[in-house]
């Protein structure tokens, strides 16, 4: 069974995790989604709400599992025996970062390699931080994110005071 771990922040899962998603259910069988906490930032929602939110917008995909995880990525695959790590790419801008990403995972778990899936153009510009910035400033953004991701952003935002 062609296995991939898809992993991320996902503070909040946008519409372009799920079109990536959308993707790449059509090339493997199964998809683990990895909630990590990611210790270069700092978090709004909890993991469980993250996962909680990924399982609610993907409900149309069948072959996807959600979690999260904490610790090294590397270990978490082998542990799962998958065969491949799915990123995003937007812009050039990504890239510096993914590929040291994929190089070190590379080193640690040499027999897993990661796989880079083009972000579809109307979701080019498109990052968790910048729905989070505009959701706290007021903007309308329902284009980026699934209905119940806005609920929850709205909910999350609604007590703090700019
Ligand atoms: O969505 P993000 O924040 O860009 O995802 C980055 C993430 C969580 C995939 C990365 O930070 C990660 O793999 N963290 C787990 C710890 C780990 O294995 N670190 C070494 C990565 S080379």
């Known amino acids: ?7 991320g ?42 996962v909680e939110l990924i399982k609610e ?4 995909l069948d072959n996807i599992e959600v979690e999260s995880f904490n610790g090294l990525l590397a270990n978490y695959i082998d542990e799962k025996k998958a065969c491949a790590i799915i990123r995003g790419l937007r812009t050039v801008a990504d890239f510096e970062y993914e590929a040291g990403m994929a190089t070190m995972n590379k080193i640690l778990i040499p027999k897993v390699d990661t796989i880079f899936v083009m ?7 498109l990052s968790s931080s910048g ?15 699934p209905p119940i991701v806005k609920a929850g952003l709205e909910e999350k935002l609604k007590d703090i005071k700019l």
């Open 131 to 145: 729905v989070k910035e505009a959701a706290l400033l007021g903007g309308d953004i329902s284009l980026l994110v």
């Open 119 to 125: 972000a579809d153009t109307k979701y080019i510009y």
């Open 9 to 50: 922040s996902f503070d909040p899962v946008t519409n372009g995790h799920i079109d990536i998603l959308e993707k790449t259910t059509r090339i493997f069988d199964k998809i683990i989604v990895s909630v990590v906490h990611n210790v270069t930032k700092q978090a709004l929602f909890t993991l469980e709400e993250r």
């Open 57 to 60: 917008s993907t409900k149309h």
């Open 1 to 7: 069974m062609r296995l991939a771990i898809y992993p």
